[in-house]
């Protein structure tokens, strides 16, 4: 009876010590999700839907892709390089972006943001911060492995600006559209 529980006891300290071991040596059987952060710098040219002058500027956006489709992107946008009349704007903006289309290097995508905008009137008549939606899409072409050049379309809505009535110019809100194109770098 003795020789049965030594092997028990032999038995069950090679299957403890073995499974230790077992662990510490597997490797990973798959990879997760497609996590990658771009970070990317654009130039924007912008119909103001406020006067017959384009507002152009730079933008910062940053692209979190959760899976291979879709990503959470946060962009700033300081549209104040030609200011006509003093006129700017300025967004901060974030929310889903999807990639619909992926072929050999070249995707497209599709976005939808929410954030503020801050608008600074011509002729000094005020300024405002108001609620803004964007959609927006484009094509993204990637030129090395971690760098890709990036040309969107984006239009936008601010209901509540610009919360005056001028001659011309109704009160029910602005719909500022324009390009974008832009380089991003992959940091991880």
Not at 31 to 45: Q, V
Request: charged share 15%; hydrophobic share 40%; proline share 6%.
């Amino acid at each position: 009876m003795r020789m049965p529980q030594a092997c028990a006891c032999f038995i069950a300290v090679i299957l403890l010590a073995s499974t230790a071991i077992a662990h510490a040596q597997v490797h990973e059987s798959a990879t997760g999700a497609a996590r990658h952060l771009w970070a990317g710098a654009e130039f924007s040219s912008f119909d103001p839907d406020y006067g017959p002058d384009r507002l152009e500027g730079v933008g910062l956006y940053a692209d979190y892709f959760i899976t291979r489709t879709f990503a959470m992107e946060g962009e700033v946008r300081l549209l104040d390089f030609n200011k006509p009349n003093g006129l700017t704007e300025k967004t901060f903006l974030g929310g889903p972006l999807y990639t619909f289309y992926r072929h050999a290097r070249f995707s497209a995508y599709g976005k939808g943001l929410l954030g503020g905008a801050t608008v600074n009137y011509p002729f000094d008549i005020g300024y405002g911060s108001y609620f803004a939606a964007e959609a927006g899409g484009g094509i993204e072409y990637r030129l090395l492995p971690r760098v890709k050049l990036r040309g969107e379309y984006t239009y936008q809505f601010l209901p509540g600006a610009p919360g005056f009535s001028l001659p011309g110019y109704p009160d029910d809100g602005l719909t500022p559209s324009g390009i974008n194109i832009g380089l991003s770098y992959r940091i991880f």
